[in-house]
C-alpha cells in the first residue's frame, strides 16, 4: 500500500504555485499501488484524479478525494534494426527522457525538449512544440482505468489524439496511465521547418546539427523566451491557438492583415494566440495578482494569488478582448481542477 498523507498543500505541486489542498495525497509507484488504492474501502467513495508535475493544472479549489500523485519510474529500451521502442514509466520526467533519447543518438523527440511534467501527461494533451507532437513518434501506452482497476493498452488510434487534446483529456480523468512507450528513429529525421527553430539554425550556421545540438538549441531558445516556473509561476502557454477556417481568416485579414497563423489541416489555420492578446494591449499587463508576461503574451503569470479563480477572472478578461477585437474564442489549455474533477 502507498504511504497516503492527509491535508496536503498543493501549492509546490503545481507550477502557477496556486494555494489548495488536497484531502489525501498518495505517491503511487507501480500499477499494484494504484489498485490496492481503488479497492481500498477507505478511499472508495472518494473523488480520485491523477497528479503529475503540476505544469498543466489550475487548481480552482481545494479538492475533497484522493490525488494519486503518479510516481511510477523505469526505462526499458528496445532496440530493433532502424528504430527504438523506449517504454518509461509515467512518473518520469519528460524532459530527462528527452536526454536521455538525444544522447543515446536517437531521433523524434529533440524537439520536445525543456516541456516541463512527466511522462505519463504527455498524451494527456498530446504534447507539442517546434513542429513536432508526441503522436509523431507515439506507439501505445498502458493505463489503469480508475473506476474498474483494469489495466488496458491504447494505440495512437484509441488515444484520439489532434492538436493538444487527446481521449485523457476528454475522458476527464478515468484513467491512470502508467507507462508510455514511444518509437524513435535511429537514423536522424530532423523537423526544423518550424519558423523560430530554422532562423536560429540559420543564424548557428550549421550544416548538418546533430540531435543533441537541436535538443540544446531549443532549451536555449525556449529559456530566453519563457519564464521559469521556479522564478515566476506559470503554465507555459495559458491558451491554445484558435484553429479557423481558410475563408474566416480571409475575413480577418481584411482589418489585420497582419495576423500570424500556420498550417494545420487542409482548409484550416492556426492563428497565433500571443499574437491575439498582444494586440489587445494585454503583454506585460498586470491585474491585480495576474499578468501577461512581458516577453509572450500567452504565459499568465501568479504573482501571489490566494485562489486559481483570480487567474481564470484574468483569463476571461483577455478572451473577452480577443473576441471583441477579433470574433475569436481563445481555449484554455491547463486542467481547471475542482472538487468535480474526478474518475
Ligand atoms: C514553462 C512551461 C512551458 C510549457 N511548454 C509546453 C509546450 O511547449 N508544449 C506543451 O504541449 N505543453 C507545454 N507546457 C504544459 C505542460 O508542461 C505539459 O502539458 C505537460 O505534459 C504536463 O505534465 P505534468 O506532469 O506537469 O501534468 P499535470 O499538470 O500534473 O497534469 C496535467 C493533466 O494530465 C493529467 N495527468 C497527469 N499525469 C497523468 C497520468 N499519469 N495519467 C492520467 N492523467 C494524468 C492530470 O490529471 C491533469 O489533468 C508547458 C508548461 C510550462 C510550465
Known sequence: ???????????SFNSLSV????????RVESIADVRALLSD????????????GGSNIVLLEDFPGLVLWNQIKGIEVLERAD?????????????DLVRFSVTSNWSGLENLSLIPGSVGAAPVQNIGAYGVELADVFEHLEAVDLKTGEARLFSAQQCQFSYRDSIFKQAGNQYCIVSVTL?????????LSYQGLNAAIEQKAWS?????????????????????????PNVGSFFTNPVIAEHELQRIRVQHPKIIYFPHRTGFVKVAAGWLI?????????????GCYSKQALVLVNYGVQSGQEIIQFAEQ??????????????????????????
Open 19 to 26: 494555494p489548495a489542498t488536497a484531502r489525501f495525497l498518495a
Open 318 to 343: 483577455v478572451q473577452l478582448d480577443v473576441k471583441t477585437v477579433f470574433g475569436l474564442e481563445l481555449e484554455i489549455e491547463p486542467l481547471l481542477i475542482d472538487r468535480f474533477f474526478e474518475s
Open 208 to 232: 548538418n546539427p546533430t540531435v543533441e545540438q537541436i535538443s540544446d538549441l531549443i532549451c536555449e531558445i525556449r529559456s530566453a523566451k519563457l519564464p521559469s516556473p521556479a522564478l515566476i
Open 183 to 191: 518509437k524513435l528513429a535511429k537514423k536522424y529525421s530532423p523537423t
Open 278 to 290: 498582444e494586440q489587445c494591449g494585454w503583454k506585460g499587463r498586470r491585474v491585480g495578482q495576474v
Open 41 to 52: 474501502s477507505d478511499y472508495l467513495d472518494l473523488p480520485k484524479w491523477v497528479l503529475g
Open 1 to 11: 500500500m502507498p504511504s497516503i498523507e492527509e491535508n496536503v498543500p498543493l501549492k
Open 83 to 95: 528504430d527504438v521502442l523506449i517504454t518509461a514509466g509515467a512518473g518520469e520526467c519528460w524532459h
